[in-house]
């Protein structure tokens, strides 16, 4: 019934109105259309500075995610490389080394596989 905020307005007004029992009807026409417009320029700036927060701000928010990420992950690489490898094991290499880290991520998505179930299995317990 009432979609948006200028016709809640209207109806509020012409509420007060009835209930006031304003005589003077041109100084209350007046004020209702003072009221409209300036309800309007306040909608107008707030999107417009919704608009440029959001366009002014999505650059900022980019380059902090970027820096966030970068600092985040800096540390955990750093650990990982200090920690030494596990094994892998690999087949013979036959000339295609695609296949053959194919062969490793299946192998190494396997082990994750039955260490999962294990952990399900024990209750989530080492």
């Known amino acids: 019934m009432i ?3 200028s016709d809640f307005l209207i109806v509020l007004i012409v ?3 009835l209930l006031s029992g ?3 009807i041109s100084s209350t026409a007046k004020n209702i259309g003072k009221t409209l417009n300036q309800l309007k320029r306040t909608q107008e700036q707030f999107r417009q500075e919704l608009a440029r ?3 002014g701000g999505l ?3 980019a380059e902090e995610t970027k820096k966030s990420v970068v600092t985040d992950v800096t540390p955990t690489y750093r650990r990982v490389n200090k920690i030494s490898p596990q094994p892998v094991t690999t087949l013979p290499s036959n000339g ?3 296949e053959d880290k194919i062969k490793q991520i299946e192998d190494e998505i396997k082990r994750l596989q039955m260490e999962l179930e294990r952990l ?3 209750g989530n317990k080492n």
């Open 3 to 5: 979609g948006n905020i």
């Open 15 to 17: 509420g007060i109105l």
């Open 22 to 24: 304003q005589k003077d």
């Open 53 to 55: 927060e959001i366009n």
């Open 59 to 61: 650059g900022d928010v």
């Open 96 to 98: 295609n080394k695609q």
């Open 120 to 122: 399900k299995q024990n």
